[in-house]
């Protein structure tokens, strides 16, 4: 393992995304102590801290262990992600003061198991691509993908939890088109998916339909027909925080007194759940637009950078990988932005690195640990270690070359 280690390109060590994302957390941690007032935000602080130093041990771990030898176990991590979240309908789940049990409980930690599932579809569906890199032609390729995304797709769905689903089949759709699958497969699916998605959404509009909840119903239909929310009680949340970010105009209140307002009533405050799904509501009140701008760019950037190390990856499997976790980051940044300014309907989703919650930082922090790994492979692979890099050189991958030996 050391020998390893040591033939890592360290020149390539992606620093500048790391500064990024610490900053991204730091942002949070001040945010969230924000959110909370003077009840609740030292404790949100002091979560959120201790989230970001822990995501960057497991971002330090991650940078060095190859991740040829952590897609070696891809299997293992895709059953037990399985059992994890159909763990949240045994008596580990918990709904977590919610109307969905989304959580499981053991030993006084609770945890999202969708947010880890995330990452595990990832590993699977690249390690995948890469088994059947030879057989890109078959219509049976894809159809093993979409099973594969779809079983702890249907199983996140029933919990219920919508946001994470549509993560999950936002993953499978960009990894497809950028896996090299063929276009004789890919346009008549899509030519027959853009109506039948008309078609569904036109079904979900429909007060019988199986596939929504009572209440993901009604913030649909009040999201479509505003008009018909008459008490204000389903887009409550959404309208509030419309006004907080439109409050902290060009600056933001916090630039605008100087802090010494900070901690005081804000718009934000009728807001529920401002620490976490919406926590822009917060950004936008306190650093007004000129703020968001400056954090959009910081995310922008992080999403660069994983695009920028797919393009240089050493070998199909980083670049797959690199692909999935920035699909991630781009789904969960626009879809939470777009439902807290009410260009979606409400549902509940984190914003990577800024929401509160520990499941949350974890997978994000996992994401950057595989993006940092993969950018600091050796050019060519050597005779030690786990590598898959030799095989994709010149052609389609014939098989898995595994050495056990670290």
């Not at 990452?119 to 890469?130: C, D, E, G, R, S």
């Not at 926590?279 to 994983?306: D, N, P, R, T």
């Amino acid at each position: 393992m050391i020998n390893k280690i040591k033939q890592y390109d360290w020149k390539k060590y992606n620093y500048s995304l790391l500064i990024v994302v610490v900053i991204l957390c730091c942002l949070s941690a001040f945010t969230v102590k924000l959110a909370g007032g003077e009840e609740l935000g030292m404790l949100f602080m002091r979560n959120q801290l201790f989230g970001m130093i822990l995501g960057l041990l497991i971002v330090a771990v991650l940078s060095v262990l190859d991740y040829h030898f952590i897609c070696k176990f891809v299997v293992i991590y895709f059953f037990v992600g399985i059992l994890l979240t159909a763990a949240t309908h045994s008596p580990l789940g918990t709904n977590n003061g919610t109307d969905a049990y989304r959580w499981i409980s053991f030993g006084g930690i609770t945890f999202q198991p969708s947010e880890l599932m995330k990452i595990i579809l990832i590993l699977a569906l690249a390690v995948y691509f890469v088994k059947i890199q030879s057989r890109l032609e078959r219509f049976s390729t894809l159809v093993i993908a979409v099973v594969i995304t779809g079983i702890p797709v249907l199983l996140i769905m029933s919990q219920p939890d919508l946001s994470s689903s549509l993560v999950s089949v936002f993953i499978l759709l960009v990894m497809v088109i950028v896996s090299g699958l063929s276009y004789r497969i890919l346009a008549p699916v899509f030519a027959l998916g853009l109506p039948i998605s008309i078609v569904l959404f036109w079904y979900i509009q429909q007060p019988y339909n199986i596939i929504l909840k009572s209440y993901q119903y009604k913030r649909v239909m009040a999201w479509l027909h505003p008009e018909t929310d008459v008490t204000g009680d389903i887009n409550f949340q959404q309208n509030h925080s419309i006004r907080a970010i439109a409050s902290g105009q060009l600056t933001g209140k916090f630039i605008q007194d100087g802090g010494a307002a900070a901690g005081q009533s804000r718009a934000y405050d009728s807001v529920g759940v401002n620490e976490s799904d919406f926590i822009w509501s917060v950004i936008g009140e306190e650093f007004g637009f000129l703020g968001c701008c400056l954090i959009l760019l910081l995310f922008a950037f992080v999403i660069y950078k994983c695009f920028m190390v797919a393009k240089n990856a050493q070998d199909y499997l980083g670049k797959m990988i690199a692909v999935g976790v920035a699909a991630m980051y781009m789904f969960q940044i626009f879809a939470n932005i777009s439902v807290v300014t009410l260009i979606f309907p409400n549902t509940g989703l984190p914003l990577p690195f800024l929401s509160n919650g520990l499941s949350s930082m974890v997978s994000s922090m996992i994401g950057i640990g595989l993006i940092m790994n993969i950018g600091i492979q050796p050019a060519k692979s050597s005779k030690g270690g786990f590598t898959m890099r030799n095989l994709y050189g010149n052609g389609p991958a014939s098989g898995i070359d595994v050495d056990l030996e670290l």
